[in-house]
């Protein structure tokens, strides 16, 4: 009998690894003359284009520059590729693609896939490169967190620029949240694995008058008065993507 549940549980695996695989997939440039491929164009109500919603066994995606899709299939941040050509962020694509057979794969799943096929269809080679940076790191401040534990509500996120407002979600928003503004890697080492409610208000360095966020002092006096965690500086292990090679036009589909 052991042997039984084995040997199907070999065939159900073998059958999960052939279906890691894009069936089909159809990799469009975007013609920026055209203007239903335009920005302007998917802005109007006539765009009627379904995102994928994971899981699924098939991934669409619309007026995307490689570059994201590149951060999006290795893992990284957009600003940590290096050797990037200039249009890498100002071409956009399309790309519709199903996965074979009828297996429905998570978000993390499809990632593997999506690499795949950029390194078919681009020909990208790229390595990873790790560089010692200055950055900061997310610590507790000595009067402890301030943090609000979430308590059933659904993940929410926003950043308009002076405010970040989570809620269910972990100290790594806060983090990214300060990277954003910083523009220097953030690390956090709070030890804080919880999923929390925050509401961050802070001035930009870049708008000290803006009202009304011109009392809230900069991020660094708002996390840590705000939240009771503090940024301190410290030299950070960044991973980055060097690019050795891509090409711009897509192969054919």
Same mark, same amino acid.
């Given at each position: ?60 995606? @619309? ?5 994201? =899709?590149?951060?999006?299939?290795? +893992?990284? %941040?957009?600003?940590?590729?290096? #050797? &990037? *050509? ?44 790790? @560089? ?5 790191? =997310?610590?507790?401040?000595?009067? +402890?967190? %301030?943090?609000?534990?979430?308590? #059933? &509500? *659904? ?66 006096? &708002? ?31």
């Amino acid at each position: 009998m052991t042997r039984l549940f084995l040997a199907l549980g070999l065939v159900v695996l073998a059958g999960m690894m052939r279906a890691q695989s894009f069936e089909a997939a159809s990799v469009r440039l975007e013609d920026p003359n055209d203007p239903h491929s335009s920005l302007e164009y998917t802005n109007t109500p006539q765009f009627r284009v379904v995102q994928t919603v994971f899981p699924s066994n098939r991934l669409t995606v @619309r007026h995307t520059g490689l570059k994201s =899709l590149i951060c999006m299939s290795f +893992g990284v %941040k957009c600003n940590n590729i290096l #050797g &990037a *050509p200039d249009w890498l962020d100002r071409q956009h694509y399309d790309v519709d693609a199903k996965v074979e057979g009828e297996a429905r794969l998570t978000q993390e799943q499809m990632v593997p896939l999506l690499q795949k096929l950029l390194e078919e269809r681009f020909h990208l080679k790229v390595h990873h490169e790790q @560089r010692m940076v200055p950055g900061y790191a =997310l610590v507790v401040a000595k009067e +402890g967190s %301030k943090l609000k534990a979430n308590t #059933g &509500a *659904p993940y929410f996120g926003m950043n308009a620029g002076f405010e970040v407002k989570f809620q269910n979600a972990s100290v790594d928003a806060i983090a990214m949240a300060a990277e954003h503004e910083l523009k220097q890697p953030v690390v956090d080492k709070t030890g804080l694995t919880g999923k929390y409610d925050f509401d961050l208000i802070f001035t930009r360095d870049d708008s000290p008058g803006d009202v009304p966020h011109a009392d809230y002092g900069s991020i660094f006096t &708002a996390i840590e008065k705000e939240l009771g965690l503090r940024l301190t500086p410290e030299r950070i292990p960044v991973d980055y993507l060097a690019i050795d090679h891509v090409e711009r036009v897509p192969t054919e589909n």
